[in-house]
Protein backbone atom coordinates (compact mmCIF):
# COMPACT_ATOMS: atom_id res chain seq x y z
CA UNK A 1 0.00 0.00 0.00
CA UNK A 2 0.72 3.23 -0.59
CA UNK A 3 2.03 6.11 1.85
CA UNK A 4 -1.10 7.98 2.66
CA UNK A 5 -0.61 11.79 1.43
CA UNK A 6 -1.02 14.56 3.48
CA UNK A 7 -1.13 18.49 2.89
CA UNK A 8 2.54 18.74 2.92
CA UNK A 9 2.48 16.18 -0.24
CA UNK A 10 -0.15 18.07 -1.87
CA UNK A 11 1.75 21.61 -1.07
CA UNK A 12 4.64 19.74 -2.92
CA UNK A 13 2.32 18.21 -5.89
CA UNK A 14 0.93 21.88 -7.09
CA UNK A 15 4.79 22.93 -6.71
CA UNK A 16 5.86 20.20 -8.78
CA UNK A 17 2.78 20.65 -11.44
CA UNK A 18 1.71 16.99 -10.42
CA UNK A 19 -1.99 16.41 -10.74
CA UNK A 20 -3.92 14.96 -7.69
CA UNK A 21 -6.66 12.54 -8.97
CA UNK A 22 -9.46 12.23 -6.42
CA UNK A 23 -13.59 10.81 -6.34
CA UNK A 24 -16.18 11.01 -4.52
CA UNK A 25 -17.10 7.98 -1.31
CA UNK A 26 -19.88 7.36 0.82
CA UNK A 27 -19.30 3.79 1.75
CA UNK A 28 -16.86 0.95 3.07
CA UNK A 29 -16.87 -0.94 -0.54
CA UNK A 30 -16.30 2.18 -2.96
CA UNK A 31 -13.72 3.57 -0.79
CA UNK A 32 -11.82 0.16 -0.30
CA UNK A 33 -11.67 0.18 -3.95
CA UNK A 34 -11.08 3.07 -4.78
CA UNK A 35 -7.45 2.99 -1.99
CA UNK A 36 -6.79 0.28 -4.01
CA UNK A 37 -6.62 2.23 -6.98
CA UNK A 38 -4.03 4.76 -5.94
CA UNK A 39 -6.82 7.84 -5.46
CA UNK A 40 -4.70 10.56 -3.92
CA UNK A 41 -7.59 11.73 -1.62
CA UNK A 42 -11.25 10.83 -0.99
CA UNK A 43 -14.44 13.93 -0.30
CA UNK A 44 -17.80 12.46 1.64
CA UNK A 45 -19.35 14.98 -0.39
CA UNK A 46 -23.20 16.13 0.82
CA UNK A 47 -24.04 14.90 -2.54
CA UNK A 48 -24.15 11.55 -0.62
CA UNK A 49 -27.96 13.43 -0.31
CA UNK A 50 -28.76 12.90 -3.46
CA UNK A 51 -26.80 10.33 -5.00
CA UNK A 52 -27.33 7.71 -1.70
CA UNK A 53 -30.13 8.49 -0.31
CA UNK A 54 -32.49 10.12 -3.01
CA UNK A 55 -32.70 13.33 -2.24
CA UNK A 56 -33.99 16.07 -4.93
CA UNK A 57 -30.91 18.71 -3.05
CA UNK A 58 -27.82 18.06 -0.82
CA UNK A 59 -29.96 20.62 1.75
CA UNK A 60 -31.64 17.52 3.44
CA UNK A 61 -28.12 16.29 4.74
CA UNK A 62 -27.65 16.01 8.69
CA UNK A 63 -24.33 16.00 10.64
CA UNK A 64 -25.31 12.72 11.21
CA UNK A 65 -25.43 11.53 7.53
CA UNK A 66 -21.98 12.58 6.94
CA UNK A 67 -20.46 11.97 10.28
CA UNK A 68 -21.97 7.90 9.41
CA UNK A 69 -20.65 7.66 5.85
CA UNK A 70 -17.27 9.23 6.62
CA UNK A 71 -16.88 7.12 9.34
CA UNK A 72 -17.77 4.25 6.63
CA UNK A 73 -15.34 5.90 4.03
CA UNK A 74 -12.34 5.77 6.51
CA UNK A 75 -12.96 2.44 7.70
CA UNK A 76 -12.78 1.21 3.88
CA UNK A 77 -10.02 3.50 2.96
CA UNK A 78 -7.47 3.83 6.04
CA UNK A 79 -4.68 4.77 3.70
CA UNK A 80 -6.27 7.67 2.10
CA UNK A 81 -6.53 11.59 2.64
CA UNK A 82 -10.73 11.40 3.31
CA UNK A 83 -12.27 14.84 3.37
CA UNK A 84 -15.32 15.10 5.43
CA UNK A 85 -17.75 17.50 3.60
CA UNK A 86 -19.61 19.74 6.00
CA UNK A 87 -23.72 20.25 5.79
CA UNK A 88 -26.08 22.91 5.19
CA UNK A 89 -26.68 24.74 8.91
CA UNK A 90 -23.15 23.02 10.52
CA UNK A 91 -21.47 25.99 9.76
CA UNK A 92 -23.64 28.69 8.72
CA UNK A 93 -24.64 30.15 12.48
CA UNK A 94 -21.94 30.75 14.12
CA UNK A 95 -18.41 30.85 13.79
CA UNK A 96 -18.14 28.51 17.59
CA UNK A 97 -20.89 25.81 15.41
CA UNK A 98 -19.03 25.77 12.94
CA UNK A 99 -16.06 24.93 15.12
CA UNK A 100 -17.93 22.20 17.17
CA UNK A 101 -19.02 20.59 13.82
CA UNK A 102 -15.51 20.55 12.46
CA UNK A 103 -14.52 18.78 15.22
CA UNK A 104 -17.06 16.48 15.36
CA UNK A 105 -15.94 15.12 11.75
CA UNK A 106 -11.99 14.92 13.49
CA UNK A 107 -13.32 13.02 16.32
CA UNK A 108 -16.11 11.00 15.67
CA UNK A 109 -14.63 10.34 11.57
CA UNK A 110 -11.23 10.65 11.69
CA UNK A 111 -11.83 12.33 8.52
CA UNK A 112 -7.92 14.64 7.68
CA UNK A 113 -9.94 17.37 6.38
CA UNK A 114 -13.25 19.24 6.40
CA UNK A 115 -14.50 21.56 3.30
CA UNK A 116 -17.29 23.94 3.90
CA UNK A 117 -18.92 25.81 0.90
CA UNK A 118 -18.81 30.10 -0.12
CA UNK A 119 -16.04 32.36 0.05
CA UNK A 120 -16.30 35.88 1.30
CA UNK A 121 -19.18 35.13 3.40
CA UNK A 122 -17.45 32.19 5.25
CA UNK A 123 -14.22 33.76 5.71
CA UNK A 124 -14.72 33.99 9.53
CA UNK A 125 -15.25 30.33 9.69
CA UNK A 126 -12.96 29.39 7.74
CA UNK A 127 -10.29 30.95 10.02
CA UNK A 128 -11.89 29.82 13.26
CA UNK A 129 -11.88 26.01 11.82
CA UNK A 130 -8.33 26.47 10.87
CA UNK A 131 -7.26 28.30 13.87
CA UNK A 132 -8.78 25.39 15.92
CA UNK A 133 -6.06 23.20 14.00
CA UNK A 134 -8.18 21.58 11.96
CA UNK A 135 -7.33 21.15 7.85
CA UNK A 136 -9.97 23.28 5.63
CA UNK A 137 -10.75 23.07 2.03
CA UNK A 138 -12.99 25.82 0.43
CA UNK A 139 -15.32 25.47 -2.19
CA UNK A 140 -16.05 28.35 -4.51
CA UNK A 141 -18.01 28.81 -7.95
CA UNK A 142 -20.83 26.98 -7.88
CA UNK A 143 -21.98 26.29 -4.43
CA UNK A 144 -25.01 23.55 -4.30
CA UNK A 145 -26.01 24.03 -0.75
CA UNK A 146 -26.77 27.76 -1.97
CA UNK A 147 -27.74 27.29 -5.48
CA UNK A 148 -31.35 28.78 -4.77
CA UNK A 149 -29.56 32.53 -4.51
CA UNK A 150 -27.18 31.62 -8.16
CA UNK A 151 -30.78 30.62 -9.60
CA UNK A 152 -30.13 26.83 -10.03
CA UNK A 153 -27.40 24.51 -10.58
CA UNK A 154 -25.45 27.17 -12.70
CA UNK A 155 -22.36 27.93 -13.77
CA UNK A 156 -20.28 30.70 -12.28
CA UNK A 157 -17.88 33.37 -13.35
CA UNK A 158 -18.70 33.23 -16.88
CA UNK A 159 -18.97 37.07 -16.92
CA UNK A 160 -16.05 39.32 -15.48
CA UNK A 161 -18.68 40.50 -12.72
CA UNK A 162 -18.89 37.03 -12.17
CA UNK A 163 -16.03 36.34 -12.09
CA UNK A 164 -14.45 39.07 -10.30
CA UNK A 165 -16.50 37.52 -7.44
CA UNK A 166 -15.27 34.17 -7.70
CA UNK A 167 -11.69 35.57 -7.61
CA UNK A 168 -12.14 37.42 -4.59
CA UNK A 169 -13.86 34.56 -2.89
CA UNK A 170 -10.46 32.44 -3.96
CA UNK A 171 -8.31 35.13 -2.05
CA UNK A 172 -10.98 35.37 0.82
CA UNK A 173 -10.42 31.66 0.90
CA UNK A 174 -6.77 31.38 1.48
CA UNK A 175 -6.34 34.48 3.57
CA UNK A 176 -8.93 32.78 5.70
CA UNK A 177 -6.53 30.02 6.40
CA UNK A 178 -7.61 27.65 3.83
CA UNK A 179 -5.26 24.78 3.03
CA UNK A 180 -6.92 23.40 -0.03
CA UNK A 181 -9.72 25.22 -2.54
CA UNK A 182 -12.17 22.90 -4.56
CA UNK A 183 -13.48 25.23 -7.79
CA UNK A 184 -17.04 24.15 -9.20
CA UNK A 185 -18.70 24.61 -12.84
CA UNK A 186 -16.29 27.67 -13.11
CA UNK A 187 -15.35 28.72 -16.50
CA UNK A 188 -11.05 27.03 -17.14
CA UNK A 189 -10.08 30.45 -18.08
CA UNK A 190 -10.92 31.69 -14.67
CA UNK A 191 -9.71 28.33 -12.49
CA UNK A 192 -6.38 28.71 -14.39
CA UNK A 193 -5.85 32.10 -12.86
CA UNK A 194 -7.12 31.47 -9.68
CA UNK A 195 -4.62 28.40 -9.57
CA UNK A 196 -1.78 30.69 -10.94
CA UNK A 197 -2.82 33.38 -8.14
CA UNK A 198 -2.90 31.13 -5.06
CA UNK A 199 -0.28 29.50 -3.09
CA UNK A 200 -2.26 26.96 -2.02
CA UNK A 201 -3.47 24.03 -3.75
CA UNK A 202 -6.64 24.52 -6.10
CA UNK A 203 -8.80 21.67 -7.45
CA UNK A 204 -11.64 21.62 -10.19
CA UNK A 205 -15.05 19.88 -10.59
CA UNK A 206 -15.94 20.72 -14.16
CA UNK A 207 -13.74 23.98 -13.61
CA UNK A 208 -11.11 22.75 -16.31
CA UNK A 209 -7.08 21.82 -15.62
CA UNK A 210 -6.12 23.02 -12.65
CA UNK A 211 -3.93 21.09 -9.66
CA UNK A 212 -6.21 18.03 -9.79
CA UNK A 213 -9.61 16.95 -10.52
CA UNK A 214 -12.69 15.69 -8.57
CA UNK A 215 -16.03 13.59 -9.82
CA UNK A 216 -18.74 12.25 -8.23
CA UNK A 217 -18.00 8.77 -7.76
CA UNK A 218 -21.53 8.04 -9.08
CA UNK A 219 -21.18 9.85 -11.97
CA UNK A 220 -17.89 7.90 -13.16
CA UNK A 221 -19.34 4.98 -12.66
CA UNK A 222 -22.50 5.52 -14.11
CA UNK A 223 -24.68 5.16 -10.91
CA UNK A 224 -26.81 8.02 -10.94
CA UNK A 225 -29.00 8.19 -13.64
CA UNK A 226 -31.23 11.40 -12.98
CA UNK A 227 -28.99 14.03 -14.70
CA UNK A 228 -25.45 13.72 -15.93
CA UNK A 229 -23.79 17.24 -15.59
CA UNK A 230 -21.93 18.39 -18.38
CA UNK A 231 -18.44 17.95 -16.79
CA UNK A 232 -18.49 14.63 -16.23
CA UNK A 233 -16.69 11.55 -18.24
CA UNK A 234 -18.56 8.41 -17.74
CA UNK A 235 -15.80 5.50 -17.22
CA UNK A 236 -18.75 2.31 -16.57
CA UNK A 237 -22.12 1.87 -17.02
CA UNK A 238 -22.68 0.04 -13.76
CA UNK A 239 -26.32 0.71 -13.66
CA UNK A 240 -26.84 -1.36 -16.78
CA UNK A 241 -24.31 -4.36 -15.40
CA UNK A 242 -26.65 -4.09 -12.01
CA UNK A 243 -30.10 -3.78 -13.74
CA UNK A 244 -28.97 -6.94 -16.20
CA UNK A 245 -27.73 -8.77 -13.03
CA UNK A 246 -30.89 -8.67 -11.49
CA UNK A 247 -33.11 -9.22 -14.20
CA UNK A 248 -31.04 -12.08 -14.86
CA UNK A 249 -31.62 -13.16 -10.93
CA UNK A 250 -35.21 -12.98 -11.43
CA UNK A 251 -35.29 -14.60 -14.31
CA UNK A 252 -33.25 -17.26 -12.63
CA UNK A 253 -35.63 -17.51 -9.47
CA UNK A 254 -38.76 -17.66 -11.47
CA UNK A 255 -37.21 -20.26 -14.05
CA UNK A 256 -36.35 -22.82 -10.89
CA UNK A 257 -32.85 -22.36 -12.02
CA UNK A 258 -31.69 -20.89 -8.59
CA UNK A 259 -30.86 -21.84 -6.15
CA UNK A 260 -28.60 -24.94 -7.69
CA UNK A 261 -26.86 -27.55 -5.96
CA UNK A 262 -23.51 -25.83 -5.56
CA UNK A 263 -25.90 -22.82 -3.88
CA UNK A 264 -27.27 -25.05 -0.74
CA UNK A 265 -25.47 -26.58 2.22
CA UNK A 266 -25.94 -30.68 2.50
CA UNK A 267 -26.92 -32.49 6.07
CA UNK A 268 -24.02 -33.87 7.83
CA UNK A 269 -26.11 -36.44 9.92
CA UNK A 270 -28.04 -39.05 7.93
CA UNK A 271 -30.95 -38.21 6.02
CA UNK A 272 -33.22 -41.00 7.91
CA UNK A 273 -32.19 -38.83 11.27
CA UNK A 274 -34.04 -35.89 9.16
CA UNK A 275 -36.91 -37.30 8.30
CA UNK A 276 -37.84 -39.29 11.65
CA UNK A 277 -37.11 -35.66 13.09
CA UNK A 278 -39.61 -34.05 10.05
CA UNK A 279 -42.48 -37.00 10.86
CA UNK A 280 -41.97 -35.91 14.73
CA UNK A 281 -43.03 -32.50 13.89
CA UNK A 282 -45.71 -33.50 11.24
CA UNK A 283 -47.70 -35.20 13.36
Not at 133 to 157: D, E
Not at 185 to 207: D, H, N, R
Request: net charge negative; glycine share 8%.
Amino acid sequence: MAKKKNILDFRKMKKQGEQVAWVTAYDFPTASFAEQAGMDMLLVGDSLGMVVLGYQSTVPVTMEDCLRHCQAVRRGAPGTFVVGDMPFLSYQISDEDAVRNAGRFVKEAEVDCIKLEGGVRVATRIKAIADAGILVMGHIGLTPQSSGQLGGHKAQGRDTASARAVIEDALAVQAAGAALLLVEAVPPEVTAFIAKLLMIPVYSIGAGPCDGQLLISADLLGKFEAFTPKFVKKYANVAEVETDAFKAYIADVRAGRFPGEEHVYRVIDPLEEFEKLFREFAK
